[in-house]
């Protein structure tokens, strides 16, 4: 049962097949024998997890019927987790433990979810290839000598071996989608504003959103539906009215109008991911969808908009990483220069301090308006980009990362490393919604396709990405036996 | 050589909403260190603010009163900087949008002139906690009860010539501010500070000289003296062919003197940016035509409303509406009275230097209006003479009775029976037979004397204009 989707776990305990805390069993199970391996978990909440599992048992008897009630669900370790480690992947964090609860931890709380425990991720989600944590890299299950993706590798990693149900992540420049992709599953991204970002710890706060890790569509679609919503305590939160997203799952897809931005399809972009995406693209006209090149003109210019906005936030949103009030501060410092220097110079990874340098100097008296406010015009731009392509199509499709995984350690170069997400950057700079879905696997790894659709258009999407997944079973592909493996419930 | 000097204030304000500016944590003032701390003012990591409302009303309603022009767009933004009570790392304030933009203030110096001067801008920002240095053993404590709590910064022009202008910019500054109600404005408390920039240049050089910052001054009295000492240490190291340094300064109180804190020449880049976790205010014409609708009788309006209403001087007038408080007061006092003028006096007079001696606010009284509208109706009506009135008051700070008790409890009452006149007027002219023939002789003037005399011989109570009649049929 633990390879199941959430809607089939849902399904069987609701019929009773299967308890919450018998699943939730299965689970920790194959955390104890995989996660040594993988390194997915950065903490693991054994013992509260069986007391939710329970409490979810004794409430579907009482009567609650929600259709997340104890599914088992891992959190992001950006995640302010009450009473839990919340360590962001640094050693800033290491010893800090939360006193509150982030808004989509709550919400999942509220849905009565059963929490694993905290998957691992890069450095302060600084990075593409889950290689930056403090707590190791994550191994990608499909072959372990290759990396999951990043910043969320530990949760993309858990979801496609099966060490949970569903995950939680976030994306700044791709941080669901390319690790989704890396994993062969299913990575969602909402509009920005869509999911609160209270207790979610700020990366780049105008690009940060939360999203689902899932292994289906319609599993995003049922995440989607807990975590959305205004939150006042969230000022760019937006309110939107109540949604059902698994309502419109099953719309035929005759008339869909597909975009294919030719940019996307250009240099750079391995044969076998252009020909996976190409077949998907067949597979959508065959469902009645017709097909037509946009033209994201501004597209070439998102990475670097992207590596000075995103610095230029993050450098602001560290700063109080200083060691005076909790986590790391070095020992015995001499004086207050002392340890703001010695705590931020240990504390942090050496790409977290690349990023804080570049955003300081992107700021800097006399640079701003080189880089900040360039930045902020081309920002500008790429959404007009998107917004006349969307006068023409529902949707654009095309490559989630130009190519599959790639072994660890085999990217040192940080500028190769920031052009990993040269497809998905675009797409937080305009704040747009944007899914990956896996459409077809190569040398054993898995590709993805992203689907990106208009402002507020998460339904559209995820119905576009269902009815694919109705029809073919790129999805359903698992990675090859893990080491020691196998423990099934 | 002639100087002249140019003075620019900042004026810090802690607006008097209930909560912070960007958390749910309480301002109350006084409270034990970080009972008052939300998890967003210890900047706990994912933490986000939250603007609250109540300080634009009260900063738009601070700029329509000195008819500025209002920000209908306010942006945030992020003012980098480290230090221990800053625990985001950051300031959040307003850089290019202010809510508040140029306004002007109009001042009446001590001849009676008056002057304008504008007011740059004003804007909401957040404050910082407090760093504790003493009772630590070589280590710092930190109380972030202060952090987050809402600034209004008020930057005036570089247009004030003398350390008697900034403080009367100040003090009109602050009666609006507790007219408005959006501030204690207490600068012993520092829910009012001030910066001060001075700068001095020969008389008609058009070019500013090089300007110091006086930092964080508690008290307008001290504003005055550092701007004076601050200005004498400038004039003598140009004077000296000197140079003076652009920094920042601090004052002495006990010395009389600035004392240098640091050079702004390698002043912190703040690498300001608009603050991502906030929207831009936006605000329309009638969210400011309700606020102004809202507006109370200002000081400049009510003082022209009192001279006219009141025929009071327009110095009278400007003493008794130098606070709402005492404004409201003597209307009580003039209405209940229905004397204007005696009641002018006697506010501004009495109860101010009582006031004053005591080092009360308007509060702390123990003549309430009500009492002292019902003093001036009893010398009015003749029940007490404007001297016994003297003591009546005296004894009202003590005895809490109402008035007609005082004067009966203590035999105050005017006499008014002619008999009893009669006899202090027949005792006094037998007693001296001299001034009553210089009197008959045609000094007329000795009248007075004679009618002390018989006051004297009253204990006050007499009637003086009874007395005075009497004496003068007598001596016929």
């Given at each position: 049962m633990i390879n199941s989707t959430v809607a089939e776990i849902s399904a069987a305990l609701k019929a009773g097949d299967i308890s919450s805390v018998e699943i939730t069993q299965a689970y920790l199970n194959r955390i104890a024998k995989l996660n040594g391996e993988l390194n997915a978990y950065i903490t693991v909440c054994e013992e509260s997890a069986l007391e939710q599992a329970a409490a979810a048992d004794a409430g579907r008897s009482a009567g609650n019927t929600s259709p997340l009630l104890g599914i088992p669900i891992a959190h992001k370790d950006i995640f302010c987790t009450k009473d839990i480690l919340t360590t962001c992947g640094s050693r800033m964090l290491h010893n800090f433990v939360s006193p509150y609860n982030a808004t989509v931890v709550e919400r999942f709380n509220d849905a009565g979810t059963v929490l694993l425990g905290k998957t691992n991720m890069d450095e302060f989600a600084m990075g593409s290839s889950n290689e930056t944590s403090f707590f190791g890299d994550v191994k990608n299950p499909w072959n372990t000598e290759c990396v999951p993706g990043g910043s969320s590798g530990?949760?993309?990693?858990?979801?496609?071996?099966?060490?949970?149900?569903m995950a939680t992540g976030t994306d700044t420049g791709g941080s669901i989608r390319q690790p989704a992709a890396f994993c062969g599953i299913t990575g969602f991204k909402p509009s920005y504003g869509r999911v609160s970002r209270w207790g979610m710890i700020a990366f780049a706060s105008s690009l940060d959103q939360a999203g689902p890790i899932t292994k289906s569509a319609e599993d995003a679609a049922l995440m989607l539906n807990a975590m959305v919503g205004l939150d006042e305590k969230d000022s760019t939160s937006i309110d939107r009215p109540a949604e059902d997203f698994t309502a419109s799952l099953n719309q035929p897809l005759k008339g869909l109008r597909i975009g294919v931005p030719k940019q996307h399809f250009a240099q750079g972009l391995s044969m076998e991911v252009e020909e996976a995406v190409r077949n998907a693209l067949a597979e959508y006209e065959k469902l009645g969808a017709t097909i037509k090149e946009v033209d994201l003109t501004n597209s070439h210019l998102s990475v670097s908009a992207y590596y000075v906005?995103?610095?230029?936030?993050?450098?602001?949103?560290?700063?109080?990483?200083?060691?005076?009030?909790?986590?790391?501060?070095?020992?015995d410092p001499v004086d207050l220069e002392d340890m703001y220097k010695r705590t931020r110079s240990e504390g942090f990874g050496e790409e977290v301090k690349r990023r804080i340098m570049i955003g300081t100097y992107a700021l800097s008296a006399g640079y701003y308006d080189a880089y900040y406010r360039k930045a902020q015009k081309i920002r500008r731009l790429i959404k007009d980009d998107f917004d006349r392509a969307f006068e023409e199509v529902d949707v654009i499709i095309g490559p989630t990362s130009p190519h599959t995984a790639f072994k660890l350690g085999s990217k040192s170069d940080p500028v190769s490393m920031y052009l990993e997400d040269i497809y998905t950057i675009a797409v937080n700079l305009a704040g747009l919604p944007a899914a990956s879905i896996p459409v077809g696997v190569a040398n054993g790894l898995p590709m993805g396709m992203q689907i990106i659709g208009a402002y507020f258009d998460e339904a559209k999407i995820l119905n576009v990405a269902h009815q694919f997944q109705q029809h073919t079973d790129w999805h359903k592909q698992k990675p090859g036996p893990i080491a020691s493996n196998e423990g099934e419930a | 050589m002639e100087w002249e000097t140019v003075i620019g204030l900042e004026v810090h304000v802690s607006l008097s909403t209930k909560s912070k500016l960007f958390s749910?944590?309480?301002t109350e003032f006084g409270a034990d260190p970080n009972t008052q701390a939300s998890i967003f003012d210890c900047a706990l990591p994912g933490t986000l603010p939250v603007f609250n409302e109540e300080a634009l009303r009260m900063a738009v309603r601070f700029g329509v009163a000195i008819g500025a022009e209002i920000g209908k767009q306010s942006v945030f933004d992020r003012k980098n900087y480290f230090y221990p009570d800053l625990p985001k790392g950051y300031q959040v304030t307003q850089l290019d949008f202010p809510t508040v933009g140029k306004g002007a203030l109009t001042v009446t110096l001590s001849d009676g002139s008056e002057k304008v001067i504008g007011v740059t801008r004003a804007h909401i920002e957040e404050n910082a906690g407090?760093?504790?240095?003493?009772?630590?053993?070589?280590?710092?404590?930190?109380?972030?009860?202060?952090?987050?709590?809402?600034?209004?910064?008020?930057?005036?022009?570089?247009?004030?010539?003398?350390?008697?202008?900034?403080?009367?910019?100040?003090?009109?500054?602050?009666?609006?501010i507790r007219y408005l109600d959006i501030s204690d404005a207490i600068m012993a408390q520092g829910s009012m500070r001030c910066d001060v920039n001075v700068s001095i240049r020969p008389v008609g050089e058009t070019e500013l000289g090089t300007r110091t910052e006086i930092k964080n001054i508690n008290s307008f009295r001290f504003v005055e003296k550092a701007i004076i000492s601050e200005v004498q240490r400038q004039q003598e190291i140009l004077e000296d062919g000197g140079r003076i340094i652009q920094e920042t300064r601090r004052y002495n109180a006990d010395k009389d003197e600035t004392t240098s804190m640091r050079s702004k020449e390698v002043a912190n880049d703040y690498r300001y940016f608009p603050e991502p976790d906030l929207l831009p205010v936006v605000i329309d014409d009638e969210y400011i035509a309700a606020v102004k609708a809202q507006l109370p009788e200002l000081p400049d309006a009510k003082r022209s409303r009192f001279a006219e209403e009141y025929a009071l001087s327009e110095y009278d007038a400007g003493v008794l509406v130098s606070s709402r408080e005492l404004a409201e007061y003597y209307e009580i006092v003039a209405s209940q009275s229905d004397d204007a003028k005696l009641a002018a006096n006697w506010v501004s007079q009495d109860l101010l230097g009582l006031l004053n001696k005591n080092n009360w606010e308007l509060a702390d009284s123990p003549i309430q209006a009500e009492r002292l509208a019902m003093l001036i109706t009893r010398i009015k009506d003749k029940t007490i003479s404007g001297k016994i009135a003297k003591t009546v008051f005296e004894t009202m700070l003590e005895d809490e009775s109402d008035v007609d008790t005082i004067i009966e409890n203590k035999g105050l009452k005017q006499v008014t029976d002619s008999g009893e006149i009669e006899k202090f007027v027949d005792e006094v002219i037998s007693n001296n037979p001299d001034q009553v023939q210089q009197y008959k002789d045609g000094k007329q003037q000795v009248i007075g004397f004679l009618v002390g005399q018989c006051m004297q011989l009253s204990k006050g109570k007499a009637n003086p204009a009874q007395v005075n009649e009497l004496l003068r049929e007598k001596m016929q």
């Open positions: 530990g949760s993309a990693a858990a979801v496609a071996a099966d060490l949970c149900a906005v995103a610095p230029a936030e993050a450098s602001a949103n560290l700063s109080r990483f200083d060691g005076v009030r909790y986590g790391y501060r070095c020992e | 749910g944590s309480s407090k760093s504790l240095h003493e009772e630590f053993h070589g280590m710092s404590g930190i109380d972030l009860n202060r952090a987050g709590e809402p600034l209004l910064e008020i930057v005036s022009e570089p247009e004030i010539a003398s350390a008697e202008e900034a403080v009367a910019y100040l003090k009109k500054l602050h009666t609006i």
